[in-house]
Each structure stands twice: as structure tokens, then as C-alpha cells.
């Protein structure tokens, strides 16, 4: 039973990261039908602007510490960061150490910019090309990003922590009878979960009891009908891609302290998000969640020894194997709309 | 009267015997004369094959900058580093054998087929004789054996597998850097002495090559020790989030958990270990412990705070105090304005050691060459007396314990020294069944002839 439990704990989170990935790419391909295979970047690009806003506070002039010596027996040179100068150690040391919340803040611009350049910059060229073009085009420019990142931070992961406050775990089995140290949890990981949650509610609810979310799912159910009555529906779903790039962003700004972000994560993630989105039904939200959720917690069920001892190698195919059953069996996905991949 | 076998079919099949030696890569015949890439002119010409693109970057990179001042040094440029400390002293600034050396660099990308395209490139087209670098047992493997083909010298970069100089053992290839027998002879009495004979150990091994041999020998280690081994879990390489292999080590009944973990996969699976709170907890009415075989600086600095205290090994490190590091240190230190990685001083030893070689042999000639190195004796190259031992081309020295620093000062500083074990305790004999046993050959030396 804790083992079970466990498993839906560690699901949570990676289901977490994958919803919101899927809630994006649903959202671009709902409103402009692009299958935006650069959408694993945006969340990249998210976890890089943590990454920056760290080395940003972190950055640092050198102060020569006589009493020290370096590893050639000079003086040893301490980096004092520009922050501790000018705000004091206090403040200081609490703005690096918050960076990763913080960096939601700078995400959301930034990402709704990059969100705005990509769509009117590139991919509005190929709104009325195939499928297939729509594919290579942001897969390439997934690459060109990834590659960037990579000039600029290197090949290695980079260690983004969470503030001190959240570090440690909690111990979840103790708070339902079970033993101590049964079922731990990392706090961080259910600050993740948490801060999903109110991402994937806002989203809906923006689209739901807002007119310019109302507007947007008109045109998502009837572009045609929507734009005869006068509105820019384009413009509108230009600005929901900023918001789809903003969602993946802050979710890789989010996701640093769990998983040390390197300039393939992106890559890594892009690939199960399309799963997710083809199980939960294209184009259907509701079902993007639902999946995402639903394949986090498959995941962690397959990595169990015991599972892993009945099937070798389960872990890494269970997502597809689902997938596989899902197109063979229903193709319009969990939650999809009748006739979305079915003709 | 005479008979003639001349048929049309004859005619066919040694016109495709001839055409087919003729379409044969130039690398397996070019030496037909003398040896593969034999120098002619005034220069000779190396092939760092390192990787410059890929999860390893960073440590190709450090490899890139020591081969650069290995090449600097035998050129008689700069102070000669080791070359001062070195206890041969054949070697003297004019190059090898008169020739001044160059170098080509190749990107394996940390992927074997990349590493063997770029080697036999390099081999082919610019003619080198000798190639160094890497960081990966699997591409080392894969560029050792195409070297052996080729008729080249391999001299291994970073590679930790015990196959490099144990199953896949060959002529042509020998390996400075140790193995993971050698870290597990060298943790096992260390990890006695910290945390006693009575623990149970969880292992998550990297399914690959090295991960298979890290774990069959520190397996071997702690239970020589009087521990248990509760589970082995192989993971996949670059899997990123470990959680779901970390929730079930405390509920194993494990009180220690031993990560075969290389580069980032062990940065974030020592991280995800730590935000689990595995350090903090308590099994077994005792504190619950990680341990991680193989530190290299790159990952300590990648996993940041979390490898305080955490016990590894590594082949060597900065912080030694003998002649030769700190000569080494200084020279790298002043030109590059940081301390050498321990896969950086391998590719430097490796890249000194083969010029140094090739001068006692008084030949190019990868068999002269082999026959130089094999059972050679030196010093002064940063970890003390080493023998480049005849039946496996496997180095003997002595072994660091680290542990991450509890207090360190700057970022380079985030390993200290526990112990140099000594060689006698990492030595094996050559026919150790985790080397292959008694079938393993290093086969014929090969020179392309």
C-alpha cells in the first residue's frame, strides 16, 4: 500500500510538468491548428530564465582576501555578489536563494515575448501549409534554441536549487499512520504540484469566464463563423500562443530545483507531451490534464522493482504502449472531440 | 603441352579479390610499406579525440586545454610542467624525435559511432599517429578497437570500465587513468572504518559498460567487508528524474545507497537522493549513507552542496602535494587561470608519456612504441611511483578516497583528499576474472603493415 502510495506521490510531479507542457501545445493546436514541436523548448527557455536570474543575483566583483591563498598560493580572490553590496547580506543572500520563485516573475514577460517573435516571426507563415511542414519547421527551430542554450551555458546540467525553506521532505506516511520515513516527499516537489494546479485552474478559467476567453473558444469550435461577426480572432490567437509559451516557461522555471536543467530537457519532455496530448484527445484541454496526469503516474508504477521484475524495461516503452492502445483503439483520445483524428 | 586454368569465371573472381583490396579503407593498408601514418616530414601529428559537444563537453574540454599543454611542453614551449618532474628524461623540448608535434581534435560527442567516425577521419585524413581523450568507457572501447585495426596507438583518456583494459583489452591501447576495481579496493577498508561492517546497500547503476563493472566491483568490496547487498536497480543513462528509483531504498531495509553514477546522471540522481531526504534519515537505528564511487571536479561542482560528505574516489587530484602536480598545476593554473580536472591531467600524462616512448624507442613505430611502454616504470607524474604493466597496458598507482568538503572555500575546493591508498592494495593479477579471465588477450600489436 505505501508503495502504491508512493508511486501516485512521484507521478504527481512529472504528471505535473507534462500537463502543463500538453495544456500549452493543446492550446496552440486548438486555436491556430499548428503542431508546434518547438513547445519542449519554451519550457527549456523557462528553466534557463531560472538559471539566468540565479547567476544574475549571484554575480559577483572580486575582493582579495589576504588571510587566504588560492591553489597557486596567491592571494586568495573572493567573489562578493553585487546584491550583498548594495542591498546588504540579508537581502542579498534571500534574493538568491528565492531566485527560482522569483524568476516566475521575469518568466512570464519574456516568455510571452518570445511567445509573440516565434509566432508572428515564423510560425504564422505555415498556418495554411501541411501538417508535416508545421512539424519540421518548429522541430528545427526546437534545435536552433537548444543549440543556443547550449552556446551560451554549456553541455552541463546546472544545479538550480529551491529556496532553503523548501529544501528537505516531508514525511507524508507519518501524517496517515504509516511509519516514519515510509512515504517522504520532497517539499519542493509538492510546491510543484500545487503551483500546477493553480496554473492549469487560471488557464481554464481564463477561457471560460472571460470574454476574451470566451471569444477564443468561439474560434477554436468555429474560426469561420467567429470572424464574420467582425472579430480579430487572429490577434487573439496570437496572444493565446504568448500565454501557451508563458505556461510552458514558468513551468521549466518551476521545475529547476527538481531536475537540473540542461539545453536537451526540452527534447526530453516535448516527446512525452505529444503522447500526453495524443492520449488525452487533441485539441481537448481537459483531456491534456487528465493525461498528463494519468501517464506521470503510469511512469512511476513501471519504474517499480517489482513491476520491472515481471516486465523488463517497462518503464521506458509504458507511455507508448499506451499511446499505441489509445490510437488503435480510440484515436480521438480520452477527452477528445469526435472526428479529431479519426478521418 | 600445358594446360591453363584461365576461365571466365577465374577471371571474375580475382578481378572482384582485386577490386575489393583496392576499395579496402586506406587505413588498413596504408602502411603496406612501413606503418600507418609513418612521419616523414618535419612534424607528426596527434589526434585529440575528445568530446566537444554533448553531456560531456566540459570535461572534453579541460581534456582539450591539458593536450594543448602537453603539445606546448614536448615543444619546448612555456615551463615544461612535468616534463621536470618526470623521472625520464629523454625528452627535451625539440619535439619527438626532432619533429615538432601537432594536433588535430576530433568531437566524439560521447557517442561511439561519432568517436570512431572523427578517429578514423583523423587517422585517414590527417594522418595522425596516436590518439587521445574521451570520457566514456563505450567510446573508448569502440576507438580502442578501431585504433588496434588501424595500426595506431590509443592512448585512453578518461575510462573507468574494467573491459578497457579487461575483456576489450588490446595491443595498441593503454589506459593512465584507473579502473573500478581499483575505487572499490580503495573505498571498501575507507567506508569500514566510517560507517562499520554491519550496513546493507541499494545500488542504482548506470546500464552501461561502466556501470556494470563499477557495480559487480563495489559489490564485491562491501560485501568483503561483511556488508549486504539488498538490490541492484539499473537505470537507463541520462534518465534525468530518479525519483521513482529512489522512493523504494528506504523501505528496501538499505541503510546505505551506492549511486554507479557518471556525470550528470550522478548529479541529479545524488541531488534527487538528498531532496528525498535520504542524508537525513535513519535506517537501521543508523544514519542513512550515499556513497558515490567515481568524483570527477565537474560533477562535484554540478552537484553543488550535496556531496558534502559523501565518500568517492578518483584517479587524482589538484590538491596532491607532490612535485609533479604542483608543477603540473602551476603551468596549467597560469595559462588557463584554474586547477586542472583529474581527466585533463590524464590526457597530459598519456600525451607526455607516448612522446616520451616513441624517443626511448627511437621509432614511430606503434610496436616499437608498445614495446617501450609495456612494463614501464616512472615518476614524477603526479601519483607516484606507476608501472604501465606488460600483460593488460593497464596502469598501477596509488588511488584517492574524496569526500565532498564540508567547508569549502573556493569552487574547486569541493573535494578533499581522505586517503592515497596505496598500489599494493588496488593491484589484481592480469587474468582477474571482472578482467576478462584467463581468455582475455591484448592480441598482436598491430603497425598497418
Known amino acids: ?343 | 603441352m600445358s594446360k591453363t586454368n584461365f576461365t571466365r569465371r577465374g577471371l571474375i573472381k580475382t578481378g572482384a579479390a582485386t577490386g575489393a583490396g583496392l576499395a579496402l579503407p586506406t587505413i588498413f593498408t596504408s602502411g603496406a610499406m612501413g606503418f600507418t601514418n609513418e612521419p616523414t616530414g618535419s612534424t607528426v601529428k596527434l589526434g585529440f579525440n575528445v568530446p566537444q559537444t554533448g553531456p560531456y563537453a566540459e570535461e572534453g574540454l579541460d581534456e582539450l586545454r591539458a593536450q594543448e599543454l602537453a603539445v606546448e611542453h614536448i615543444n619546448g614551449i612555456g615551463d615544461g610542467g612535468m616534463l621536470n618532474t618526470f623521472s625520464s628524461k629523454v625528452l627535451d623540448g625539440t619535439g619527438i624525435l626532432g619533429k615538432k608535434v601537432e594536433f588535430v581534435t576530433g568531437d566524439t560527442q560521447t557517442k561511439s559511432d561519432a568517436a570512431r567516425a572523427s578517429a578514423k577521419s583523423m587517422i585517414e585524413k590527417d594522418g595522425v599517429l596516436m590518439i587521445n581523450g574521451g570520457s566514456s568507457s563505450g567510446v573508448a572501447v569502440a576507438v580502442q578497437s578501431l585504433c588496434q585495426d588501424a595500426g595506431i596507438m590509443f592512448m585512453a583518456g578518461l575510462t573507468h570500465s574494467n573491459d578497457t583494459t579487461g575483456k576489450d583489452r588490446k595491443a595498441n591501447g593503454f589506459r593512465h587513468f584507473f579502473n573500478a576495481y581499483m575505487s572499490a579496493a580503495a573505498l571498501g577498508p575507507v567506508l569500514k572504518n566510517v560507517y562499520g561492517t554491519d550496513r546493507r546497500a541499494y545500488h542504482l547503476t548506470a546500464d552501461y559498460t561502466w556501470g556494470w563493472t563499477q557495480q559487480e566491483s563495489i559489490q564485491a568490496s562491501t560485501e568483503a567487508i561483511g556488508w549486504e547487498t539488498v538490490n541492484n536497480v539499473l537505470t537507463p543513462v541520462g534518465a534525468g528524474d530518479f525519483s521513482s528509483y529512489i522512493t523504494p531504498v528506504l523501505q528496501s531495509g538499505a541503510d546505505v545507497l551506492i549511486l554507479n553514477h557518471y556525470g550528470g546522471d550522478m548529479v541529479n540522481s545524488l541531488s534527487q537522493a538528498v531532496q528525498f531526504g535520504l542524508r537525513d534519515a535513519m535506517a537501521n537505528g543508523k544514519q542513512f549513507e550515499i556513497v558515490v564511487p567515481l568524483y570527477s571536479e565537474l560533477m562535484a561542482a554540478g552537484a553543488g552542496d550535496n556531496i558534502k560528505g559523501v565518500y568517492g574516489s578518483m584517479n587524482w587530484n589538484w590538491q596532491l602535494t607532490d612535485e609533479g602536480t604542483q608543477a603540473f598545476v602551476k603551468s596549467f593554473g597560469e595559462k588557463f587561470g584554474r586547477p586542472p580536472s583529474g581527466s585533463a591531467h590524464t590526457c597530459y600524462v598519456q600525451t607526455i608519456l607516448y612522446a616520451d616512448a616513441v624517443t626511448r624507442a627511437g621509432a614511430f613505430n606503434p610496436c616499437a612504441v608498445v614495446e617501450a611502454l609495456e612494463g614501464f616504470e616512472f615518476d614524477g607524474l603526479g601519483n607516484g611511483p606507476t608501472l604501465y604493466r606488460a600483460e593488460d597496458h593497464q596502469c598501477f598507482k596509488d588511488v584517492l578516497v574524496m569526500k565532498g568538503a564540508e567547508n569549502p572555500t573556493t569552487e574547486y575546493d569541493n573535494l578533499e583528499i581522505v586517503e592515497v591508498t596505496p598500489v599494493d592494495q588496488v593491484i589484481y593479477p592480469p587474468n582477474h576474472p571482472m578482467f576478462g579471465g584467463d581468455e582475455a588477450s591484448l592480441g598482436e600489436c598491430n603497425d598497418g603493415a
Open chain 1, 1 to 343: 500500500m505505501d508503495a502504491i502510495i508512493l508511486q501516485i506521490l512521484n507521478g504527481l510531479d512529472k504528471g505535473s510538468a507534462y500537463a502543463l507542457i500538453a495544456l500549452g501545445l493543446t492550446l496552440i493546436f486548438g486555436t491556430l491548428g499548428v503542431v508546434n514541436f518547438a513547445h519542449g523548448a519554451l519550457f527549456m527557455i523557462g528553466a534557463f530564465v531560472a538559471v539566468s536570474l540565479q547567476r544574475l543575483f549571484g554575480m559577483s566583483f572580486e575582493q582579495i582576501d589576504e588571510t587566504k591563498t588560492d591553489f597557486l598560493g596567491n592571494p586568495l580572490k573572493v567573489n562578493v555578489p553585487y546584491v550583498d553590496s548594495w542591498f546588504g547580506p540579508d537581502v542579498g543572500e534571500w534574493l538568491i536563494d528565492w531566485s527560482v520563485p522569483l524568476a516566475i516573475l521575469v518568466a512570464i514577460p519574456v516568455m510571452l515575448l518570445v511567445g509573440f517573435v516565434m509566432e508572428r516571426g515564423l510560425i504564422k507563415h505555415f498556418y495554411k501549409r501541411p501538417h508535416a511542414d508545421q512539424i519540421l519547421v518548429t522541430f528545427g527551430l526546437a534545435i536552433v534554441l537548444q543549440e543556443l542554450i547550449k552556446y551560451f551555458f554549456g553541455a552541463n546540467p546546472i544545479q538550480t536549487g529551491a529556496p532553503d525553506a523548501f529544501t528537505g521532505s516531508f514525511d507524508f506516511g507519518r501524517l496517515i499512520g504509516f511509519d516514519p520515513n515510509v512515504i517522504i516527499y520532497p517539499y519542493w516537489r509538492l510546491v510543484y504540484f500545487a503551483f500546477a494546479a493553480v496554473v492549469i485552474g487560471a488557464v481554464f478559467s481564463f477561457l471560460r469566464f472571460t470574454t476574451f476567453g470566451m471569444v477564443v473558444r468561439a474560434g477554436m469550435a468555429d474560426r469561420e463563423t467567429v470572424e464574420l461577426l467582425g472579430i480579430n480572432i487572429d490577434r487573439r490567437f496570437t496572444i493565446m500562443f504568448g500565454i501557451a509559451a508563458a505556461v510552458a516557461g514558468i513551468a521549466g522555471v518551476m521545475y529547476t530545483p527538481i531536475l537540473a536543467p540542461n539545453y536537451h530537457m526540452g527534447m526530453d519532455f516535448l516527446v512525452l507531451s505529444f503522447v500526453v496530448v495524443v492520449v488525452g484527445g487533441m485539441g481537448s484541454l481537459p483531456g491534456a490534464v487528465a493525461a498528463g496526469f494519468l501517464l506521470g503516474i503510469l511512469q512511476s508504477f513501471a519504474s517499480m522493482n517489482e513491476i520491472k521484475a515481471i516486465v523488463p524495461g517497462i518503464d521506458q516503452v509504458i507511455i507508448y504502449l499506451v499511446a499505441i492502445i489509445i490510437l488503435l483503439t480510440r484515436p480521438r483520445g480520452l477527452l477528445g472531440r469526435a472526428g479529431v483524428m479519426e478521418d
